[in-house]
């Protein structure tokens, strides 16, 4: 059985950090490519940044330089540190392994 459980949420102000984290089980998780979504009230759900087996990273323009992902593979885990945290950044976090499983997500409000 696949599961993605996704932790680290909550309210934060302004400029404010925050570490996301999903730990999984029932995959092979180090040949997954992993990513993270996110989908803020009435918008659609958009990918916020990817992280290959190899570790390569990618990340939407909207959180380049403030967000940063990453992977342990002996923990099955991926991470997502945020820095710098706008209003804009509110949403649900999801965590995707391989475009196919995804996470229950975990509320992020930034707000002061």
């Known amino acids: 059985q696949v599961q993605l459980v996704e932790s680290g949420g909550g309210l934060v102000q302004p400029g404010g950090s925050l570490r996301l984290s999903c730990a999984t089980s029932?995959?092979?998780?180090?040949?997954?490519?992993m990513h993270w979504y996110r989908q803020a009230p009435g918008k659609q759900r958009e990918l916020v940044a990817t992280i290959t087996s190899g570790g390569g990273t990618n990340y939407a323009d909207s959180v380049k330089g403030r967000f940063t992902i990453s992977r342990a593979n002996p923990k099955n885990t991926v991470y997502l540190q945020m820095n710098s945290l706008k209003s804009e950044d509110t949403a649900v976090y999801y965590c995707?392994?391989?475009?196919?499983?995804w996470g229950q997500g975990t509320q992020v409000t930034v707000s002061s």
């Open positions: 029932g995959i092979i998780f180090s040949i997954y490519v």
């Open positions: 995707n392994a391989g475009r196919i499983y």
